[in-house]
């Protein structure tokens, strides 16, 4: 299996960027989509996930509100759409996939990983 990340790039404070993440082979109802982020000197953290078969999303408190995870059944893609973004959002950004379904918020619950995407958000 592999995840190819895209659609990081440099933005202002406030504005907005999708990020996208493409998975070869098959993703099934039981699978979880994750994002996590990683900004410099700091761990890894749970940003969003899904669940691939009902669609229920889960947020991290920090991004709530402002990111929106979401998936395409059929291009076996999942999203991540940041609004009102701040500096402190600034990071390398990862998707995951949990082939177990048994959570959600924990790097170590995640099997598969892209190679993440650079998202800077300037002040």
């Known amino acids: 299996v592999q995840l190819q990340a895209s659609g990081g790039g440099l933005v202002q404070a406030g504005g907005s960027l999708r990020l996208s993440c493409v998975a070869s082979g098959r993703t099934f109802s039981s699978h979880v989509m994750g994002w996590f982020r990683q900004a410099p000197g700091k761990e890894r953290e749970f940003v969003a996930a899904?669940?691939?078969?009902?669609?229920?999303?889960f947020y991290a408190d920090s991004v709530k509100g402002r990111f929106t995870i979401s998936r395409d059944n059929a291009e076996n893609t999942v999203y991540l759409q940041m609004n009102s973004l701040k500096p402190e959002d600034t990071a390398v950004y990862y998707c995951a996939r949990n082939n177990r379904g048994d959570g959600w918020a924990y790097d170590s619950q995640y099997i598969y990983w892209g190679q993440g995407t650079q998202v800077t958000v300037s002040s």
């Open positions: 899904i669940r691939w078969g009902t669609g229920r999303t």
